[in-house]
Every structure is written in C-alpha cells, then in structure tokens.
C-alpha cells in the first residue's frame, strides 16, 4: 500500500510542475560539441496573447564542461519582425566546481531565467535564436567549440 501512495503523489506531483507550462522544446548539440557559429533556432506560435509568461532557456551539460560560467546571445522575434537581443551571462558552477542544475549522473541541467512577465501581444510566428558568446580570457576570438553542452532548449510557462 505505500508503494501505492508514494506512486500515487509523484503523479500528481508531476502533473501539478507541469500545470503552467506553455511549451518546452530541445536541441541536441553534435557530440556534446557546441560550434559558435552554430545558432539553435526555436519557433513557436499560437500565444495567449493577454496571458503574462515567463521564458526561461534551459542547458544540459556534462562534466567535461570547463567553465564556471556560460555567456549566451538570444534574440527574439516577433511576428511583425522587430527584435530583441540580449548578452546573457549565468552560472553553471559554484566557486568549488560543484555544478549547479538538477539531474542524476554526469549530465547537469540549468533552468536559466530569460524573460519574466513578457505578454505575446501579436499572433503569429515568434523565433527565438541562441547562441553562446565564450571566450577565454585575454583572447579576443570567441572559443570555436563549446565542450560539454549536450542539449539547448527553452521553455514557456504562464507567470504566476
């Protein structure tokens, strides 16, 4: 019976996270290998157009990740075409190395805060474009291949 019970509460446990979620979506990188010039693109439409929303984007990594730190471009479309690009800068590690992020094993991952309280007003077709902008220090050209990023993704939930 209490196996029942345990079961029982992770179901609505579950179904209870994912309530507000809105859309969610990933892009695996190649072999945990994330080229700078290689922009992860996500498109997505039929917004509630008066419904506030939280956007966060989401990175998984693996331990051969060599950065405390990660330092992304996302530029978001509209459907009338203006856009919006921000330089973002999270962290992926506390000062010891221990990553932060959620999962079990090797592979961490990161539910990074991007936009809060964004209202969709337009219908119609939204891009949303990521990029990572890493470079080492003293060197003024970017790292060409980003070891240890396995997964991209973004994820839309209803704001509270």
Not at 7 to 28: T, W
Not at 83 to 90: G, P
Not at 115 to 143: C, P, Q
């Amino acid at each position: 019976m209490p196996k029942v019970f345990t079961v029982f509460l992770l179901v609505i446990f579950m179904a209870s996270c994912a309530k507000g979620l809105v859309k969610s979506e990933f892009r695996s990188t190649d072999n945990a290998m994330w080229s700078k010039d290689d922009l992860i693109e996500f498109s997505f439409s039929e917004m509630d157009t008066i419904q506030e929303h939280d956007m966060f984007i989401n990175v998984r990594n693996d331990n051969s990740f060599p950065y405390n730190n990660l330092f992304l471009i996302a530029n978001l479309e509209f459907p009338d075409g203006e856009s919006v690009t921000d330089t973002l800068e999270y962290e992926m590690a506390m000062p010891d190395g221990t990553w932060l992020g959620k999962g079990y094993g090797s592979i961490k991952e990161n539910k990074l805060w991007y936009k809060e309280n964004i209202v969709f007003a337009s219908s119609g077709v939204y891009t949303l474009r990521i990029s990572h902008a890493m470079r080492k220090n003293g060197d003024v050209n970017g790292v060409i291949n980003l070891e240890g990023v396995t997964d991209i993704g973004f994820e839309i939930v209803k704001s509270n």
